[in-house]
């Protein structure tokens, strides 16, 4: 059994909704961060603390409108910034993700996992942007007369 705790969040689109949160451990700290470019860094923090010593679990549901438009599915959990795992479920409105911990005092965060098949193309073109620009200061340089 445990507490629940309902956050009213607003994304870049303005709309409302609704993040609830269950838990035997104490919440604090909820943020959503919004970003004009979700699924690469909005995200999801917030901090539960407990008896140390008990278990603590924490089951988080999310609308599918910010896991599957926004996050196109891809999200990792970092308990205390290391990857944690987690068990997620999907139902029509909401998509749940559930944790289990030590109790103490943790800090959760879930983010957007970036996607692997584009990293090579994200680096190419950053590598090619580079070498653009770094040819075109070259080429500007006035030549010195001896």
Known sequence: MGRISIFNVQHWDEQTYTINVI???????????????PE???KI?????????????????????????????NYVVLLNGELWPFKNWTETENTYIYLG?????????IIPEFPQAMLLPLFTALSTLAIAITKKRFLKKPKRNA
């Open 40 to 42: 690469i860094s909005s």
């Open 101 to 109: 911990y030590a109790n103490s005092q943790h800090q959760i965060v």
């Open 45 to 73: 923090s917030l901090k539960v603390s407990g008896v140390e010593g008990t278990a603590g679990f924490c089951r988080i549901a999310i609308p599918n409108i910010i896991v599957q438009d926004f996050w196109q599915g």
């Open 23 to 37: 838990s035997n451990s104490s919440i604090s700290e909820f943020e959503f961060s919004p970003s004009l470019i």
